[in-house]
């Protein structure tokens, strides 16, 4: 594994497949204000490279992709420095938004509070069938915020409701169910379940994939006539990589 920082580690196949490690943040990988700016400069470090095709953000142990944000470290904060901690978290989630390749979350074991938020800024969702799912804040005195609010727009304002205000768990079904994971892996399974969906990403187009990912990302905040009228100039601009021409050509030319 290449460190690129002493919390984030990568591991980079020829495919462009990039695994982004969670490294030296305690078995459940909880995320302290210097393991959230580890994290964070591995994506915006990586983010320029084209080669890049798919991320796949995992943990270091098996216990958890990301256990929840340190408890010990927000019991000593006050006002300004609450805000502080937060802002590093939303900066994570934000280069996770905004990397622009796919960034697939692996998922064992726990996904608490602020590691649900990283994983709902990531392109998709893969559980293992043990794993467990909360928004824990408000019985530490805390509200769910930042990227919580991507969780109605995943699984509606009634379920994220129910997470938020009743910090109660929901196990990986319940969480399938929901539309708060896309995968839940059999037993044994979440490495296999994650590559089938890598491999899936793989036979796109990579600068079609990228353009859809940006797309994706505004039409979550704009109006639906503005998000159709732009995506005409997108649809446009895609025929100057030249990926179309020759994916629709490798097309036909099977079919012949």
Same mark, same amino acid.
């Given at each position: 594994m290449e460190m690129l920082n002493p919390h984030c580690g990568i %591991?980079?196949? %020829?495919?462009?497949?990039?695994?982004? @490690? !969670?490294?030296? #943040?305690? @078995?459940?990988? !909880?995320?302290?204000?210097?393991?959230? %700016?580890g994290v964070r400069e591995g994506f915006e470090?990586? #983010?320029g490279d084209k080669t890049i095709r798919v991320v796949i953000l995992a943990g270091q142990s098996e216990k958890s992709m990301i256990g929840g944000a340190d408890i010990k470290e927000m019991a000593r904060l006050d006002q300004k420095s609450a805000?502080?901690? !937060?802002?590093?978290?939303?900066?994570l989630c934000e280069a996770v938004r905004h990397f622009p390749a796919p960034v !697939?979350?692996?998922?064992? /074991?726990?996904?608490? /509070? /602020? /590691?649900?938020?990283? #994983? @709902? @800024?990531c392109d998709f969702r893969i559980a293992a069938r043990d794993s467990k799912f909360g928004m824990p804040e408000v019985r530490v005195g805390i509200p769910s915020v930042i990227h919580a609010a991507l969780l109605p727009r995943l699984i509606g304002w009634?379920?994220?409701r129910w997470l938020v205000m009743t910090a109660e768990n929901i196990d990986a079904h319940t969480a399938l169910a929901w539309g708060l994971v896309d995968v839940v892996a059999k037993e044994g399974g979440l490495d296999a379940a994650v590559e089938h969906t890598v491999k899936a990403l793989l036979e796109c187009g990579s600068e079609a994939l990228r353009s859809q990912k940006e797309l994706l990302r505004q039409w979550e905040e704009l109006p639906l006539t503005e998000s159709v009228n732009l995506s005409v100039g997108v649809f446009g601009k895609s025929f100057l990589t030249g990926e179309p021409q020759r994916l629709m050509q490798g097309f036909l030319d099977r079919k012949k």
């Open positions: %591991d980079r196949d %020829d495919r462009g497949v990039v695994r982004l @490690a !969670i490294c030296n #943040a305690g @078995a459940l990988n !909880i995320l302290s204000s210097a393991v959230t %700016d470090r990586l #983010a805000e502080a901690f !937060i802002t590093r978290l939303r900066d !697939i979350a692996r998922l064992p /074991g726990w996904c608490l /509070g /602020g /590691g649900l938020e990283v #994983a @709902a @800024a009634g379920r994220a």
